[in-house]
T-cell receptor, first 115, second 114 residues
C-alpha cells in the first residue's frame, strides 16, 4: 500500500516568517511530487511540483526533494495570512503496464498564519 | 478557475435515486480522473481515463459508474448510494505524458446522500 504521510497540524506561523511543511512517502519508485493548497470549502489548487532531487523555487515557495530519504518539503517565505490553508502533499502512482498516473495524497497539514 | 468545470456543485439525493455528475475540461488535456474527498480522510483516487479509455478502477463499488465519451468530458453515474458515500467528488485532468504529471482539479460536487 503506497502511503503519503503528513503532520496534520495545525501549524501556526507568525506573519512574515518561514512556514515549513513536510511529507514522507513509502514508495521508492515514485517519481513526481506535488503540493496542493486547499482553502476550506474549495478544491485543491496546484502550487508546486518537483521531479528531481534538490530545490525548486517559485516566488515565495520552495519545494525540496530528497529521494534517498523519501522526503519532500515545502517552504513558504514571508508568510501571509492568505497562506492559511490546508497543504496537501501528493505523489504519482505508476501502474504496471504503463497505464494511468493517479496521485496518492496525504491527509494534509493545516497551516495558520498569525497576523 | 482552472479550466475544469463540474456540475452540479451541490447534490442531495436519496439512497434509491439515480443521478450523474458531469465534468468538462477546457485545457486540451487527454487524461481525466475522479477523486473522492471525505472528512478526515485523504483524497482517494477512484477512476482514471487515458485517451477516453478507463485504465484504472481503484476498487470502487459498482454503484459508481464512470463514463468518458471523449477526452474533454467525464461523467460519474450514481445509483443506490449509501450515506457513507456523502463526500466532495473532484474531477481532475492532465496531459498524458510520461514527463509531466500535473493534475488540475475542478471545483467539485458536494454530494449528500440521505
Amino acid at each position: 500500500q503506497k502511503e503519503v504521510e503528513q503532520n496534520s497540524g495545525p501549524l501556526s506561523v507568525p506573519e512574515g516568517a518561514i512556514a515549513s511543511l513536510n511529507c514522507t512517502y513509502s514508495d521508492r519508485g515514485s517519481q513526481s511530487f506535488f503540493w496542493y493548497r486547499q482553502y476550506s470549502g474549495k478544491s485543491p489548487e496546484l502550487i508546486m511540483f518537483i521531479y528531481s532531487n534538490g530545490d525548486k523555487e517559485d516566488g515565495r515557495f520552495t519545494a525540496q526533494l530528497n529521494k534517498a530519504s523519501q522526503y519532500v518539503s515545502l517552504l513558504i517565505r514571508d508568510s501571509q495570512p492568505s497562506d492559511s490553508a490546508t497543504y496537501l502533499c501528493a505523489v504519482n502512482i505508476e501502474y504496471s503496464g504503463g497505464g494511468a498516473d493517479g496521485l496518492t495524497f496525504g491527509k494534509g497539514t493545516h497551516l495558520i498564519i498569525q497576523p | 478557475e482552472t479550466g475544469v468545470t463540474q456540475t452540479p456543485r451541490h447534490l442531495v439525493m436519496g439512497m434509491t435515486n439515480k443521478k450523474s455528475l458531469k465534468c468538462e475540461q477546457h485545457l486540451g488535456h487527454n487524461a481525466m480522473y475522479w477523486y473522492k474527498q471525505s472528512a478526515k480522510k485523504p483524497l482517494e483516487l477512484m477512476f482514471v481515463y487515458n485517451f477516453k479509455e478507463q485504465t484504472e478502477n481503484n476498487s470502487v463499488p459498482s454503484r459508481f459508474s464512470p463514463e468518458c465519451p471523449n477526452s474533454s468530458h467525464l461523467f460519474l453515474h450514481l445509483h443506490t448510494l449509501q450515506p457513507e458515500d456523502s463526500a466532495l467528488y473532484l474531477c481532475a485532468s492532465s496531459v498524458r505524458d510520461r514527463s509531466t504529471y500535473e493534475q488540475y482539479f475542478g471545483p467539485g460536487t458536494r454530494l449528500t446522500v440521505t
